[in-house]
């Protein structure tokens, strides 16, 4: 493969690379002069350069340490860190030929690069100043070249176009050289585009975002942790629904006795068996909720003597002793519902120790279809009754017989509440007390 | 110099007075006197180049190492058991020596020099004494803390930093 010498010009000489040296990570890196003891002022500068995270070069070749020979001294600036790259990629690559302290063209030298300008982060190539004064200090080595027949690549930033072709109409044997293709110019944006027009681009190639270790970890532990928590979902579905499906089952087949059974267990179970329980319960509520939602309840107080019927206005509260009352229930949903209305005395409830035998109860069943009305008559009575209506979108007989039951106790009461919720049912319950009323007169 | 810095070295000068007992006749010809030391001291860029030929005479080299004592420096005193012959790193609560060999010349060594608290002082110079023998090197600019010396393993300065019974100081 053919070998670069590589050329770092300054405002004051023509600098060629005597040496470079990996040193030990230690050891920060140097820029002496032609193998002196004597680090060079800007070997801060170049440290800065080549160590990562500020420099590029341990980035660009895998070590963080080097020390390089020159063979004049640079003692300030920063054009020289384009060269400087370059000339560690190429002596990374093994196409370095290196400069001697007396003569920079050695009889290996078949092409070089004349490089000038700083490099950022980025490997972006930008502006140097002083380009006329360092074109000028190389006139005499760039002629040497020619007569050598070394091939001379010139490197600069595409933003230093302008000034060269300005330099270049002020110099007849620039110009000729150029003309002539002794001399190539070569203006880059960054070092890739360099690499890439000298037909090395295999040597430096863009950076894709390679995944270091740690990100590589994180992603498989993050792949680790989406299986692991779509399995443990997956076996709490399964839990969840081994628990589910017999309610589910039993509430279909309307086997209601084992369906309560079951449900009061779970109450009691595991925390998945509570879980189940509670979610049930919540579907439940909102189903009772809806139908409870779009059923709507008048009282229509009335008197048939001429006499009363002023006293039993719609509308007033409290409602005369003296009417009876008519029960409308609406249905304002879409569906149809079913409905029981059961009438018993509060007395069979609160006073049953008192009570020989039970006073009785009616129950009322019926259907209303979506935007209809239900009237039923309360016949009026001398004590305080209870009304509970039930509700429901289909028609369930077993339904006649908790209501059956209800009045013979309160705890029943209480038992067919929790039933028909647990059912998904909707319920209201009215009281009508039979009070007197004392007014104040005075 | 202002008057109060002149009285000031005058002062300082008469506490080293006792040092002049050990100048004999014949240094005295050879120009060192206590206030020599002291100008030394004082302007160690002025005598850089004249410095290791003055450590040579072990009176004046006591002296300055005193006056370094006293008058501030930072400092290592010698390893007590050092399990080598030679040895390539140190360290005390001021600052850490390393001295690593360069893969260019197996006779070149960097000398490693870590400061480890920040320190008002100007530092200038690194001197070594051993068995009174000195030498001393100009001390780069630091970076980061961090100085660092090219040395050769065949000069004194070599052989007197990798000595376990070394004194450094640096100043």
Not at chain 1, 342 to 368: H, P, R
């Amino acid at each position: 493969m053919k070998k670069y010498t590589v050329i770092i010009p300054t405002t004051n000489n023509v600098v060629g690379i005597n040496d470079i040296v990996e040193e030990d990570p230690l050891v920060s890196s140097v820029i002496c002069e032609n193998n002196n003891l004597e680090a060079l002022p800007i070997s801060p500068f170049y440290n800065s350069f080549v160590k990562s995270p500020t420099g590029i070069i341990e980035k660009l070749v895998g070590h963080s340490s080097f020390r390089i020979d020159i063979t004049k001294p640079i003692h300030n600036g920063k054009s020289w860190q384009l060269a400087i790259a370059i000339a560690h990629i190429f002596f990374k690559n093994n196409i370095l030929n290196f400069s001697n302290e007396k003569q920079l063209l050695t009889k290996k030298t078949e092409e070089i690069i004349w490089a000038s300008g700083t490099i950022n982060s980025n490997l972006e190539i930008k502006k140097i100043n002083y380009l006329d004064q360092k074109i000028y200090n190389s006139m005499n080595f760039l002629e040497n070249c020619i007569k050598n027949k070394v091939q001379i690549n010139i490197v600069l930033s595409i933003q230093n176009k302008n000034d060269f072709n300005s330099l270049l109409s002020n110099n007849a044997f620039l110009k000729d050289a150029v003309k002539i293709k002794l001399i190539k110019v070569l203006f880059f944006k960054n070092l890739y585009d360099l690499f890439d027009h000298l037909n090395l681009k295999n040597i430096l190639k863009k950076q894709t975002k390679r995944l270091s270790f740690f990100q590589k970890s994180k992603k498989t532990l993050s792949s680790l942790s989406i299986i692991f928590v779509t399995v443990l979902f997956a076996i709490v579905f399964n839990n969840v629904w081994q628990k589910t499906s017999p309610l589910l089952n039993l509430n279909d087949n309307k086997n209601y006795s084992l369906l309560l059974t079951t449900l009061k267990t779970y109450r009691y179970g595991n925390l998945t068996e509570r879980v189940v329980a509670y979610f049930y319960d919540y579907i439940q509520t909102l189903q009772s909720n809806e139908i409870n939602k779009q059923m709507r309840i008048n009282f229509i107080p009335y008197n048939d003597l001429e006499s009363n019927k002023l006293k039993c206005i719609q509308g007033s509260q409290p409602i005369n002793h003296v009417c009876n009352l008519n029960l409308e229930v609406s249905n304002i949903g879409v569906d149809t519902v079913f409905l029981w209305v059961l009438k018993f005395s509060n007395f069979n409830l609160e006073e049953k120790a008192f009570q020989k035998t039970n006073k009785k109860s009616d129950i009322v069943n019926g259907m209303i279809k979506s935007n209809e009305a239900f009237l039923i008559d309360i016949k009026n009575s001398h004590e305080p009754i209870t009304l509970f209506i039930v509700y429901s979108k289909e028609f369930d007989i077993k339904i006649i017989d908790w209501l059956k039951r209800v009045d013979r106790e309160k705890s029943l009461l209480e038992t067919t509440i929790k039933r028909i919720k647990a059912f998904g049912y909707g319920y209201t319950i009215n009281s009508i007390k039979n009070v007197k009323l004392i007014e104040n007169k005075s | 110099m202002d008057n109060k810095d002149k009285i000031s070295d005058t002062f300082l000068a008469l506490n080293y007075l006792n040092l002049s007992k050990n100048y004999s006749a014949s240094e005295l010809k050879s120009k060192f006197n206590i206030n020599m030391v002291w100008d030394v001291y004082s302007n160690p860029f002025k005598y850089q180049n004249q410095i290791n030929h003055f450590l040579k005479n072990k009176v004046f080299s006591d002296a300055y190492f005193l006056i370094l004592k006293n008058e501030g420096c930072i400092y290592q005193a010698k390893l007590n058991a050092a399990s080598n012959e030679r040895v390539f790193s140190r360290s005390s609560n001021e600052f850490k020596i390393k001295i690593v060999k360069s893969n260019k010349d197996e006779d070149v060594y960097y000398l490693i020099i870590k400061i480890i608290n920040d320190i008002d002082l100007q530092l200038s110079n690194l001197y070594v004494i051993c068995d009174n023998k000195s030498d001393c090197v100009k001390l780069p600019i630091l970076n980061d803390k961090q100085a660092q010396i090219l040395i050769k393993k065949s000069d004194n300065f070599f052989n007197l930093i990798t000595n376990p019974n070394s004194e450094i100081f640096i100043r």
